[in-house]
């Protein structure tokens, strides 16, 4: 039998028991093996919508302009000592860990899973840690900061050193056939996709981005504060990936889900949380104007909360406030008319994919 399956706005008559079949096999991991990147009939109907989200977002740090930071960075009569401080540490911490999260995301979390949407937006994350990575260079060529500084701080500084140790050594372990038969191995994997989406991407890039966007609402570095708002916006869609994918693992693997491996990942979660606090002692040792040291420790803790019970996880705080309430506001760029409008309008246009239904398996 035949049936009419649709995908956006394309339509594709597929052999239902074929279809069917497929269907089946398709599984977060442990699934059918293919090269042939077989996307129909979709399962996984959340990756190819959110791979179009992201493919409609797409930016170029060519784009900003950067005359004016150019000219604070050398002015000590417009920006402090400190505000230059907090660009160079994030310049330095973003340098390595765009790098870090895009090797995981191909060698590890692309490598293991099955399904072929979920490649598919696994290879569009990885693709916009590369985007950001360029970016780095843009504002390290914009601003004369020398390279080889820039990179001997991941050796030095030791509160960005931490940081990387503490997602690499999940990393390089899955880098090899691991069994995902096995339920320790699965929590292993499992405990990487929570690690990289919920505690570093969700939770340890959120000091250095409210530190720059409160630079940027005081109208210092508003061009880098710009690229990190993009960045942003692409960090909320790679962390949505990762919870979903998260969540869909545990659905499909219950044998993971038990009281101990819920309590592991809290105290990830809280050790990546002590972390990020060092790091932001570092980045701001003494509060500047607009920029409250305090606000932004406890903002971790409110927004390391949220991404814990994203993924049915209990808080560490419950009850805990936002303290920085601008910054909702400010990592919402979606209503803003923005230079990047006209771009984007076309870059959608060009593509044949522009209804958003769910396909019907
Ligand atoms: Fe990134
Ligand atoms: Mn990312």
Redesign the pocket.
Known sequence: MQKTYTVGSRSFVLDQTKAEEAFKAKKIINGRETLTFNLLPLKYNWAYELYKTMKANHWEPEDIIMNKDIEQWKDDGQVSEVERWIIMMGVGYFSAA?GI?GDNILHVIRHLVTAPELKLVLGR?AH??NV?ADSLLYMISSLGINPHECEAMFEDIETIVAKNEFVTRHSHALRRDIDLTITENKQKFAKNVFLFGQCM?GTQFYGMFGMILSLYRQNKFRGIGEMFRYTLR??SN?IELLRNLFMDLVEENSDIWTPEFQEDLRQTMAEGIALEKNFIEDCLPVDSIGLVKKDFLQYIDYIADRRLEGCGLKPLNPGITNPLPWLAEMMDIKKEQNFFEGRVTEYQKASSLENDDDDDL
């Open positions: 765009e999260v994350h916009e840690e950001h991407e692409d960090e790679h």
